[in-house]
């Protein structure tokens, strides 16, 4: 789809807003070319992102050669949380970015910073070899893929929603986390196969580079896709009626209305990130350390529980559009309020098939709130200050909830000797989302917001 292509999905004038076309062959086969290479870009760089926090442990070992374990493992979680708070900062610069130069240009910008970053973490010298300037390399590197992050989620999702039908919008915007949970899992398997099979002494050695070496072949296919993509008619129209906003960021926090809207997004996206990145960072090292797993049972409970997230995932997303997007955020909350500790209970019994059944459980909440979050609060900016407004708002709570998560349920662990604290933080920042939820107006099947 071209700036002047007859066959644009959505027609835009100056006295009305967006409204559908009867179908469409070729811009049907252009909307498929798009989703898939958002899609693919999704997953390559949340498999770059995640592919850490699975070497969490062996991390620790060759860049903070600390005589405490657990204080080394703490150093490593705290590089791991540091390119969660680099994500806000991500999203204040890319937001405005993709909402001046256009949602394409930007998505393949995000992803060349990604991959490039994760290259060189795969060449960084040890520790040993050239001593405390590794870490700080360490440091910047993973520095610049949060930030690169930070405007992954928010470009892709504004690319989508912007070009998908209205009626399955939730569908195809839920696709992009569909795209980053599967990244998520791939960057849990490499890495995890390459612990299982190699010894301890090769993994620290050279092993750990593999999973980050893979960013330049994946890199290099998501690149190539996103290029060949189309501009989005919202944003070309916005274009054509006054030009992109000069400062979007300005427009994002200006006035009461937009404070209301930037804090009901923050405050949904927290449950979202307390629970996917509890599941996907916490648990991995929980696993070890508590539950006292080795060998291929000591990934079994994440990759489990992200399987369950994935296929709770497209239910949910499907669902919002049939009965809105409130009432699945609102039934996931809940069930994330009420199941969360009994399934601590099943995932902490000592069992591997209660365990089993208490990560199915979280995977289910967790995945079908994840799901629909982008839908609801991508539907809540208008079209100059869409990118801007998720990006600062989503990876805010992302950095707040849940990259922090690994690193304060484990020292929350370790004070209270508490193996189900992680429930409880679910369970409080439930509290918090819900009522953000019902305080949003209902979007499913609408056109989006101009302007």
Not at 36 to 49: H, L, R
Not at 244 to 257: D, E, I, Y
Not at 327 to 338: A, H, K, M
Not at 362 to 373: D, H, K, P
Request: proline share 6%; with cysteine; hydrophobic share 50%.
């Amino acid at each position: 789809m071209t700036e002047h292509d007859p066959h644009a999905e959505l027609v835009l004038d100056d006295t009305s807003p967006p409204r559908e076309t009867p179908p469409d062959p070729e811009r049907d086969r252009a909307f498929r070319r798009t989703v898939v290479g958002a899609v693919i870009g999704s997953v390559v760089e949340f498999y770059e992102f995640s592919a850490y926090g699975v070497l969490a442990t062996t991390m620790a070992a060759v860049f903070f050669p600390i005589a405490d374990p657990t204080a080394a493992l703490l150093s490593s979680l705290a590089v791991f949380a540091l390119a969660f708070f680099a994500r806000p900062l991500g999203g204040f610069f890319w937001g405005p970015v993709g909402d001046r130069i256009g949602r394409k240009r930007t998505l393949a910008l995000t992803i060349l910073l990604m991959s490039a970053s994760t290259l060189l973490m795969g060449l960084l010298p040890s520790y040993a070899a050239i001593g405390v300037a590794a870490p700080i390399m360490l440091v910047i590197l993973r520095f610049l893929q949060g930030f690169s992050c930070g405007g992954e989620v928010s470009g892709a999702v504004s690319f989508i929603a912007e070009q998908a039908p209205a009626k399955r919008r939730g569908f195809f915007v839920s696709l992009i986390v569909v795209g980053a949970t599967l990244g998520t899992l791939l960057g849990t398997l490499v890495p995890a196969t390459l612990l299982l099979t190699l010894s301890t002494e090769d993994m620290q050695a050279w092993g750990w580079r593999i999973p980050f070496l893979f960013a330049l072949p994946l890199g290099v296919v998501a690149i190539y896709i996103r290029r060949k993509l189309d501009e989005t008619p919202y944003f070309l129209e916005l274009k054509r009626r006054s030009g992109a906003r000069r400062n979007p960021v300005t427009a994002a926090l200006s006035g009461r209305r937009q404070w209301t809207l930037l804090s009901q997004s923050v405050l949904i996206t927290s449950l979202n990130a307390a629970s996917f990145f509890m599941l996907v960072g916490y648990l991995p090292s929980f696993a070890v350390r508590d539950l006292r797993l080795t060998g291929a049972l000591a990934f079994m409970p994440t990759v489990l529980a992200i399987v369950t997230m994935l296929a709770s995932e497209l239910m949910a997303a499907r669902l919002s559009d049939r009965i809105g997007r409130r009432r699945v955020l609102v039934g996931s909350g809940l069930w994330l309020l009420v199941l969360s500790w009994p399934a601590f209970l099943l995932i902490t019994s000592g069992s591997l098939g209660p365990m089993a059944v208490g990560l199915v459980i979280m995977g289910i909440g967790a995945g079908a709130f994840t799901a629909v979050t982008n839908p609801a609060i991508i539907e809540l900016f208008s079209t100059s200050v869409r990118v801007t407004g998720h990006g600062i708002t989503y990876n805010l709570a992302i950095a707040v909830f849940g990259g922090s998560a690994p690193y304060l349920l484990t020292w929350l662990g370790g004070v209270t000797g508490s193996a189900v604290v992680g429930a409880f933080y679910i369970m409080a920042v439930s509290l918090i989302a819900i009522p953000a939820v019902l305080s949003i107006p209902e979007m499913a099947g609408k056109p989006m917001k101009t302007g």
